[in-house]
């Protein structure tokens, strides 16, 4: 595809369940990040992959937060056992280069946990 | 107080207007200054990336750093309807990938 995808586009879970949310990033790109947007609030980083390598991982909010890359290019971020807080759009963007200054966002997973 | 400061609006102007969108930060470390325009239920788009201090022109657009006053600024010239969106900046430390990005402006141009 021409940009970034990202699916579901919506995702109403209730508290305690496990949800996975997918990332099909432009092809070709190396690095690929995920970030959480809380409503009225600039994304906020997650997580860094370059290729399949998860190089940094320091904004995940917890340990039920886990995301993998396996074959650098789709990605999964999963939340399991998930709480309000949680209730957030979820952007994942990719970038052609390692160091990732141009990147290009997916239109983003809103998730509601209710 | 957040390293990235931005005033969320709205910000309602007349088709036409020039646009001042402003970003203050506190980290002397930023050297990378994007701003992203986000339409709604859509994922942030790259409009402007600058790296030293001035101006840089795209078109009706002028992003303007002064790192002395850690101060950026986008500006919209003959703004349209079709502008009207929330307006990110982000910034990123040298050597590093990871923007900081301020919470948004949200813009409105009315016909």
């Known amino acids: 595809g021409a940009g970034v995808s990202q699916s579901p586009r919506y995702k109403v879970a209730k508290r305690g369940q496990d949800v996975a949310l997918r990332c099909d990033p432009i092809s070709g790109h190396v690095s690929l990040f995920w970030y959480q947007q809380a409503l009225g609030q600039g994304p906020e980083f997650l997580t860094y992959f370059q290729n399949e390598a998860q190089l940094d991982k320091s904004g995940l909010p917890s340990d039920r937060f886990f995301a993998e890359r396996p074959e650098g290019s789709v990605s999964t971020l999963k939340i399991q056992r998930t709480q309000q807080e949680d209730s957030a759009v979820y952007l994942c963007?990719?970038?052609?280069?390692?160091?990732?200054?141009?990147?290009?966002f997916g239109p983003g997973t809103r998730l509601l946990v209710l | 107080q957040k390293e990235v400061e931005q005033d969320p609006g709205p910000l309602s102007v007349p088709e036409g207007a020039i646009v001042s969108l402003n970003c203050t930060y506190s980290?002397?470390?930023?050297?990378?200054f994007m701003w992203y325009r986000q339409y709604s239920r859509k994922g942030p788009e790259l409009l402007m990336y600058?790296?030293?201090?001035g101006n840089k022109e795209d078109g009706r657009f002028t992003a303007q750093v002064d790192k002395s006053s850690k101060y950026i600024s986008l500006f919209i010239r003959d703004s349209q309807p079709s502008d009207s969106a929330t307006y990110l900046c982000a910034m990123i430390e040298g050597g590093s990938y990871i923007p900081t990005f301020g919470r948004g402006t949200s813009l409105i141009v009315h016909p």
């Open positions: 980290n002397s470390a930023f050297q990378y």
């Open positions: 600058t790296y030293s201090s």
């Open positions: 963007a990719s970038s052609l280069a390692s160091q990732g200054e141009t990147q290009y």
